[in-house]
């Protein structure tokens, strides 16, 4: 797989298992439940939660030949990450999943995320995918204006998961040339 560039940012396959991923995923842990637990209980994440969910998704799911772990980077920093596992068929079209789609608040609005996303999406067509879903929580507002603007559409609930309260499909197109 190629590797994803501009002036500042790569994006790159990163082991599931490596201190970067480990890093990075429990810096989306602590934004994500910090978020949730203010808006619904008016308190942050106790520590013993944090490592629960840390502990609970070790990212297997993530790991070749179906699936993939991406890392941004800005400036040689690890940044941000998202995730891509194939699901298989679904109604009928091979259906990759993007999961863990993170880019640190310091390194917010410089271009990464839609960086990871045409990344995932590249990785999803290389497994094969033809078509790419996410599932999100409504107070991601952020993320989910994100998959708007990169051609995602709202779709019918695709997972059964906890927090997953809408859910985006996108169709791939094959890559260019």
């Known amino acids: 797989m190629s590797s994803h560039t501009d002036t500042s940012w790569t994006v790159a396959p990163e082991a599931v ?10 810096s989306y842990y602590t934004e994500v439940s910090d978020r949730y637990y203010l808006l619904h209980e008016k308190r942050r994440t ?17 790991r070749p030949p179906t699936g993939v772990l991406l890392v941004a980077r ?17 109604k009928g079209v091979s259906t990759a999943e993007l999961k ?13 995320a839609a ?4 990344a995932a999406e590249d990785a999803a067509r290389a497994l094969g995918a033809e078509r790419i879903v996410l599932d999100t929580r409504l107070d991601l507002a952020e993320a989910r204006a994100l998959y708007a603007r990169h051609g995602y559409e ?5 997972t059964e998961r906890a927090y997953a309260e809408c859910w985006y499909a996108k169709k791939l197109a094959p890559k260019a040339g």
């Open 46 to 62: 106790a520590p013993e939660e944090l490592e629960r969910e840390v502990a609970a998704e070790k990212g297997d799911d993530l």
């Open 154 to 158: 709202e779709s019918e609930p695709l």
């Open 100 to 112: 863990r789609v993170f880019v640190r608040e310091d390194k917010r609005g410089m271009g990464g």
């Open 115 to 118: 960086l990871l996303l045409a």
């Open 17 to 26: 298992d490596s201190p970067v991923a480990a890093a990075l995923w429990r």
């Open 74 to 90: 800005h400036g040689g920093e690890p940044a941000g990450t998202a995730g891509v596992r194939l699901m298989g068929d679904m």
